[in-house]
């Protein structure tokens, strides 16, 4: 009520709430988003459930450079997840199961009676949450408050594992049961037999996951399909394949992709405060001393390896991983985040030439500067797991990639990196020392090297997207005209 009053009064500020998943990789793009509204004069309140919050707290180059602007805020909100950080991604469905249980009463009381907190009394006019909060779209919907969704996974997975999940269900592709994993997907429109059973987003194989998992994600896809629109780390030319479909089920979608240097480019054009300060908003504190081993490298010569914030391996992975690195002979960068690898790494002593080798070629750090890494000259192909940001972040700087899924949409990013955008090798289901050797080498030797032309280009249509007349900066732009629109 409160909202309609001010609504009717046209007195009211443009005040946008954010609601990232409380994820490193969500929380790093939204706080890009944040602060791109921030610049255009908007007021942004970042809600972050208590348990990301924590570590951010320690994090002082994202906090100081929030603090310059009086028109952002952060608040929290419990998520009942006590202090176990980080979370890692085979939990993912015990954080929703808290977030829906601890965290959904208190947003619904918060933004139904319209106080954000009691330090604020200015009315949201906009609410941007994470897609998969399917909830706080119903309670946008229900205070009468304009929502926009957030989408950090890829576009692809949305449209292949999402969108047509009910077709998918309905032609008895999902749940995946059973070894019929290379069956071709047939009922997904643009997808041309593209994808395979083994490409679609990983909640739908049954194994291992709740009951529950496919019907949060019906859920999210609707609704997607009830908010007044969807923002996207992409650019048009990336998904130029499924976008037309897509607009098809959500009308009105802002591609602002590739966010980060989009986000970059604005910085650095604005005369902020901030423009000295790092543009860092990782969750985590970054050992920049490989930025240091990389200059002592010559160009393309570095294999980067990275699982990025979620993702776990087996010891027995890590072996294989780890002789398919340094049998490649290209000197590697990995990060190798603590708790990302299970099943009796404490008490793993590695075969003393093993070391050896590692101590000549290799650089092993808990957690990098990886836009740096990757936009670095040393840097010549990526073995990654594929995640949404980690993908965008290595094809904008045309650096081929390695790719080994682990769960969510990272299986249909992997099938887009080897089959769609042809930018590197799917090792999708296999962890083989003689599969990474030979996938390391083929992406990064040789002058006449089939990736180099198709990174390039996309690496050139990425830097396009967000010049000031590029796609991106269009779509940000109506994003930010709309919200101006909508809190009118
Ligand atoms: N990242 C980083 N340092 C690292 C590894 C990853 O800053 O050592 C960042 C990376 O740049 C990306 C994010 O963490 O923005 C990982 O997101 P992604 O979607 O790739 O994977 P997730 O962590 O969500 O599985």
Redesign the pocket.
């Known amino acids: 009520q409160n909202h309609q009053q001010i609504n009717a009064k046209n007195t009211i500020e443009p005040h946008v709430l954010i609601f990232p998943l409380p ?4 929380v ?2 939204a706080l890009k988003l944040a602060e791109l509204l921030c610049l255009s004069g908007i007021h942004v309140t970042f809600l972050n459930t208590e348990h990301i919050h924590r570590p951010l707290l320690r994090h002082a180059p994202v906090l100081s450079r929030f603090s310059r602007y009086p028109n952002f805020r952060f608040e929290t909100i419990p998520d009942g997840l006590g202090h176990q950080d980080p979370v890692t ?1 085979d939990r993912f469905y015990e954080l929703m199961d808290s977030v829906h249980s601890v965290t959904k009463p208190l947003f619904r009381e918060m933004m139904v009676s319209g106080r954000l907190s009691r330090k604020s009394e200015r009315p949201v006019t906009v609410m941007i949450p994470d897609g998969v909060f399917s909830f706080a779209v119903d309670i946008a919907i229900e205070a009468s408050i304009p929502v926009v969704c957030f989408e ?2 890829s576009p692809c997975s949305l449209w292949t594992s999402y969108f047509n999940l009910p077709m998918l269900i309905e032609a008895g592709d999902v749940p995946i049961k059973g070894n019929d994993l290379d069956k071709v997907i047939t009922c997904v429109p643009g997808m041309d037999h593209i994808i395979r059973r083994r490409d679609l987003a990983s909640f739908c194989r049954s194994d291992g996951l709740p009951d529950h998992a496919i019907e949060l994600s019906l859920k999210e896809a609707h609704a997607i399909s009830r908010a007044q629109g969807l923002i996207l780390n992409t650019f048009e030319d990336l998904d130029s394949r499924i976008l037309p479909h897509m607009r098809n089920f959500c009308p009105n979608i802002y591609t602002i992709g590739p966010l ?1 240097t989009l986000h970059k480019n604005r910085l650095m054009a604005n005369p902020t405060p901030a423009e000295k300060t790092t543009l ?1 908003n ?1 969750v ?1 504190k ?1 050992d920049l001393t490989c930025i240091s081993w990389l200059d002592e490298h010559e160009p393309k010569t570095v294999i980067y390896v ?6 776990i391996m087996t010891v027995e992975q890590m072996v294989e991983i780890w002789y398919g690195l340094v049998n490649s002979g290209k000197p590697f960068l990995w ?1 190798r ?1 603590p708790g990302s690898i299970r099943g009796g790494y404490e008490e793993f002593r590695a075969p003393t030439e093993l070391l050896a080798r590692t101590n000549e070629t290799g650089c092993i ?7 740096d ?2 936009a670095h000259p040393a840097i010549g192909g990526f073995l ?8 965008i ?1 290595s094809l904008t700087e045309g650096v081929p990639m390695v790719c080994w899924p ?3 949409d ?1 299986q249909v990013n992997s099938r887009f990196v080897g089959e769609v955008w042809k930018i590197g090798v799917d090792m999708k289901d296999t962890c083989d020392r003689l599969i990474v050797e030979k996938a390391v080498r083929d992406v990064m030797d040789s002058k006449e090297n089939i990736y180099s032309q198709t990174t390039n280009t996309l690496a050139n249509l990425a830097k396009e997207a967000i010049t000031n007349t590029g796609s991106s900066s269009f779509s940000l732009d109506r994003l930010i005209d709309d919200i101006l629109v909508m809190s009118s």
Do not use: F, M
Not at 365 to 371: R, T
């Open positions: 994820l490193q990789g969500p790093n793009c991604g950090t996974i980060h860092s990782s985590w970054e990275s699982i990025g914030s979620l993702a990060v985040r750090v808990e957690w990098a500067p990886q836009e890494v990757l990654t797991h594929s995640g949404w940001n980690s993908t972040e682990y769960v969510a990272q």
